[in-house]
């Protein structure tokens, strides 16, 4: 592993990716960030203006984040690396997406909102009228907001998956992680060799997690990377249980002598 101020990069085969990818996630439940009860006292809480701005859920939140997108030893960097990516890069959901309505629903509430405003106009009810009206010009403002984001999705994800990522590393970035991904040359004996760098953006934390890289290299032997159990065998043999999943928290990934 290469460390320098713009992160902690790997040159390898997918093994070696997942394998940074998981230490580097072990490093910062090691520092309680999943935990958005536990008081991470290695963060810098104070924004760029000195504000005291930072939130541990955030923080877990950004966390679950990270673990979603990293490389998994199941996985393939053109298909499901390439979906996260784009995934992660698209449009963000609006007011209306996140409410859970869709264009037709909101349209249709719309016209109801402006019906009731002709019935008070009726009654001489002007005030309610016009907050009915407003309310209509919401709806169909917010339902024109959630088709157009929509289509941009619909035109990101295809442009993203089929040509940005043939120009650009396969990347992730939100509050707590940065990291890029790219394929580089096959090594000596044909297999595919790759960079992956990562970077904690809470320098704080970053110098914790760089503490926690260097006493897993000290300590740690051989790191067993997690592979994703085919239980679809052990459950169509009558009798048979899938064996459980393994803690997140438990050290099973890592063995020592």
């Known amino acids: 592993m290469e460390e320098s101020i713009s992160g902690f990069k790997v040159r390898g085969d997918w093994g070696d990716v997942v394998e940074h990818g998981e230490r580097i996630t072990r490093a910062l439940q090691d520092a309680g960030v999943h935990d958005p009860d536990e008081d991470i006292v290695s963060v810098d809480d104070t924004e760029p203006d000195g504000s005291d701005d930072r939130d541990e859920e955030q923080l877990a939140d950004a966390?679950?984040?990270?673990?979603?997108?990293?490389?998994?030893?199941?996985?393939?960097?053109?298909v499901d690396v390439s979906e996260k990516t784009a995934d992660q890069a698209s449009v963000e959901e609006g007011k209306g997406e996140k409410a859970g309505k869709g264009p037709d629903e909101d349209?249709?509430?719309?016209?109801?909102?402006?019906?009731?405003?002709?019935?008070?106009?009726?009654?001489?009810?002007?005030?309610?009228?016009?907050?009915?009206?407003?309310?209509s010009i919401d709806y169909v403002a917010r339902?024109?907001?959630?088709?157009s984001r929509k289509a941009l999705r619909r035109v990101e994800d295809t442009v993203y998956q089929n040509v940005m990522t043939q120009l650009a590393p396969y990347y992730f970035d939100n509050e707590l992680i940065s990291a890029n991904i790219?394929?580089?040359a096959r090594g000596g004996n044909g297999d595919e060799q790759f960079v992956f760098e990562v970077n904690v953006n809470d320098d704080?934390?970053?110098?914790?997690v760089s503490d926690r890289?260097?006493?897993?290299?000290d300590e740690i032997d051989r790191w067993h990377v997690n592979v994703e159990k085919d239980?679809?065998?052990?459950?169509?043999?009558?009798g048979a249980e899938p064996p459980p999943e393994p803690d997140e928290d438990s050290s099973s990934k890592s063995t020592t002598n």
Do not use: C, M
């Open 63 to 78: 966390f679950e984040e990270w673990e979603e997108w990293r490389p998994k030893a199941h996985e393939t960097l053109e």
């Open 182 to 184: 790219q394929q580089s």
């Open 204 to 208: 704080a934390l970053k110098a914790d």
């Open 231 to 238: 239980t679809d065998a052990a459950e169509a043999i009558e």
């Open 107 to 135: 349209i249709k509430t719309a016209g109801e909102k402006l019906s009731e405003s002709y019935e008070q106009l009726e009654e001489d009810d002007a005030e309610a009228a016009v907050d009915n009206w407003k309310e």
């Open 143 to 147: 339902a024109a907001d959630s088709a």
């Open 213 to 217: 890289l260097a006493e897993f290299d």
